[in-house]
């Protein structure tokens, strides 16, 4: 998942070591090491060299540390579980909305670096960082926002993965008429991948049209719309192509009713106690790969908002500060949805990070002509095509 919303992101292969698979719904602090590829939205490795350094006890007073001091810790050595976290309540949540549907498939959680849902496999990773407040803090300020930090975004990607989970523990992916409506998982995933804003062909769920970018995220999107409580999708979605996938949806869990998976793998995936490399080189490596997708179509106009030499504040704080008030601003002007135009303005907070930009005249000015530049690359984005959307 990125910060923009999507959670499971391309499915990326990755090696690991071949471990015992754990009889536990959630991790603990030893948790053993990964037995399969991943797949994931994350692109990054553990660091071989890292695994041999000698390191310090990472202190009891930890969370009082500085963000600088933080990025020096490695992943591995964070003292976190899932127990006694805001995540376990999550975790219930999910559980309880299973059971309300009959639903005896409970997928088991460990913590990773991010989200995500192994192929084959019954469970769910899900990010250190939303397993304790100090490390949420330092996520907001390397990557501007904390996906899945509040319980109604959280419990969404939970019914993503989900259903990515109970896709894999059924085997459901080897059905014909799944394959007819949602497509072959087979189908190789893109690098990247251009959402048709206005397409009644898929549900509506997570952020940026996720259920477009691939058959097996459609399904994921269709399965937590079904599940979510008070969705009232019979009457969302009337009259929508998508309308189909769901009836289907329906029909196959009443059918999974009680019934236990044919294939309930129960590995543990790159665990946190495997990634070996520091929270620095984790988001260093995190902000490259999602800065494929920053096209640089924006800097001209950045540019001419803001300095490339001097300034009283960086651009990007500027803008992650005025971003609440303009988002509300353009969305009534425009008529589109906020999490459409956030992206946008996500997009123009990387690159004026990137391009080291700073605001150097009144603010009161620059935030009327950056709504202004808002509103007319919202409708760009959405009508040109030219924007595409990194997995």
């Not at 959680?109 to 990773?125: N, R």
């Not at 319980?151 to 969404?156: A, E, L, P």
């Amino acid at each position: 998942m990125d910060p923009r919303g999507n959670p499971t992101g391309s499915e990326t292969p990755r090696a690991e070591t071949p471990a015992e698979p754990s009889a536990s719904a959630v991790d603990s602090p030893t948790a053993t090491p990964a037995e399969m590829p991943r797949t994931s939205s994350a692109k990054s490795l553990a660091t071989p060299s890292a695994a041999s350094q000698t390191r310090a006890p990472v202190p009891s007073n930890w969370p009082e540390l500085s963000d600088e001091a933080l990025l020096d810790l490695r992943l591995c050595d964070l003292p976190i579980t899932i127990q006694g976290s805001k995540l376990e309540a999550r975790i219930q949540q999910l559980y309880d909305e299973l059971a309300a549907r009959q639903i005896l498939f409970r997928p088991h959680f460990w913590l990773s670096d991010e989200w995500f849902t192994p192929d084959g496999v019954g469970g769910i990773a899900l990010p250190f960082y939303l397993a304790h407040p100090r490390l949420e803090k330092l996520e907001e300020a390397m990557m501007l926002e904390v996906e899945g930090g509040t319980d109604d975004w959280c419990m969404k990607i939970m019914r993503h993965e989900a259903g990515h989970a109970i896709d894999h523990a059924f085997e459901l992916q080897r059905r014909r008429k799944r394959q007819k409506l949602f497509g072959s998982s087979a189908q190789e995933y893109p690098q990247f991948y251009t959402p048709k804003p206005y397409s009644k062909s898929f549900v509506l769920h997570l952020d940026m049209w996720y259920a477009q970018s691939h058959p097996d995220e459609d399904f994921a999107e269709t399965f937590a719309v079904w599940l979510t409580p008070d969705a009232h999708w019979h009457t969302r979605y009337a009259g929508w192509p998508a309308f189909r996938k769901l009836e289907y949806m329906d029909e196959l869990m009443t059918q999974l009713a009680g019934a236990k998976p044919t294939k309930p793998s129960r590995r543990r995936v790159y665990p946190l106690a495997r990634i070996k490399r520091t929270l620095g080189q984790h988001y260093e490596r995190k902000s490259a790969h999602y800065g494929l997708e920053y096209p640089d179509f924006y800097d001209r106009d950045l540019r001419r908002l803001f300095s490339e030499n001097s300034g009283t504040m960086s651009a990007a704080r500027f803008l992650s500060r005025i971003r609440k008030d303009v988002l509300r601003r353009v969305a009534r002007w425009t008529g589109e949805y906020q999490y459409t135009i956030n992206q946008v303005i996500v997009d123009m907070i990387v690159r004026c990070r990137e391009l080291k930009l700073r605001l150097d005249r009144p603010e009161d000015q620059v935030k009327l002509e950056f709504t202004v530049l808002l509103t007319v690359q919202t409708m760009n984005y959405l009508h040109s095509g030219r924007h595409r959307v990194a997995l």
